[in-house]
């Protein structure tokens, strides 16, 4: 089956710097997107989503950028704080009727230096 | 954690015995999701829920079995528990309350261990 997955296993910036997370994504049919943030013995908490029929969308201190025509979604987290420390993962669906049925990557670990 | 409880939130059992994990919701959704979590593969889906006594498949359901007898409870249960089954279980329901969506929230966790 297609799967979404992660450039980069890990990332250290320092406090105030922009960060940006990658992950690629294979299955064309993909609709829908969705970052979470988990925290250590936590449960992964929304960020922020975007649908394929847009290519960005903007949160607070937090940007997704959707690539379709090479299969790339990115995370940007501004001015990146120590509270940034978590791991990220990105996530799709197929569309259609699957909802909840959410495809993983492996995750990011992003650590922020004070 | 979007009113979801889950427990246990700890759990030591021996390969070969029953477990039963609880997820408890408490604000009337209609979907219902069962995650485990394993490290170098993210999460996987287990089962699904989309009413009461309505159930399906996920990805990874094999050894799994699960219930939903009412709105707020669904039951994931490990018929005889193996230490591939050692992992993190997440509960997570749909956002809309009625009609499906792809935004999940998560529960905080069960984590199992199978020795």
């Known amino acids: 089956g297609e799967s979404v997955g992660l450039h980069l296993p890990t990332l250290s910036v320092q406090e105030g710097d922009n960060s940006i997370i990658n992950c690629a994504y294979s299955n064309s049919a993909s609709d829908y997107f969705i970052w979470y943030k988990q925290e250590s013995g936590k449960g992964p908490q929304f960020i922020i989503d975007?649908?394929?029929?847009?290519d960005k969308r903007q949160g607070q201190r937090v940007t997704v950028l959707l690539n379709k025509t090479v299969k790339h979604l990115s995370l940007q987290i501004a001015a990146t704080q120590p509270g940034d420390s978590a791991v990220y993962f990105c996530a799709e669906n197929a569309g259609g009727t699957s909802y909840g049925k959410l495809t993983f990557g492996q995750g990011t670990i992003l650590t922020v230096h004070p | 954690d979007a009113g979801i409880t889950q427990s246990p939130r700890h759990k030591v059992t021996e390969t070969g015995t029953p477990v039963t994990l609880r997820c408890h919701q408490t604000?009337?959704?209609?979907?219902m999701y069962w995650y485990r979590q394993d490290p170098g593969h993210g999460l996987r889906l287990i089962h699904y829920?989309?009413?009461?006594?309505?159930?399906d498949k996920g990805e990874v359901s094999d050894g799994y079995s699960v219930s939903r007898s009412k709105t707020e409870d669904f039951l994931l249960t490990l018929e005889s528990a193996t230490s591939s089954q050692t992992s993190v279980y997440f509960c997570?329901?749909?956002?809309?309350?009625?009609?499906?969506?792809?935004?999940?929230?998560f529960g905080s966790g069960t984590q199992l261990s199978v020795l």
């Open positions: 829920s989309y009413g009461v006594k309505d159930t």
């Open positions: 997570a329901i749909s956002e809309s309350k009625g009609l499906g969506s792809e935004k999940l929230l």
């Open positions: 604000e009337n959704h209609r979907y």
């Open positions: 975007i649908r394929s029929n847009m």
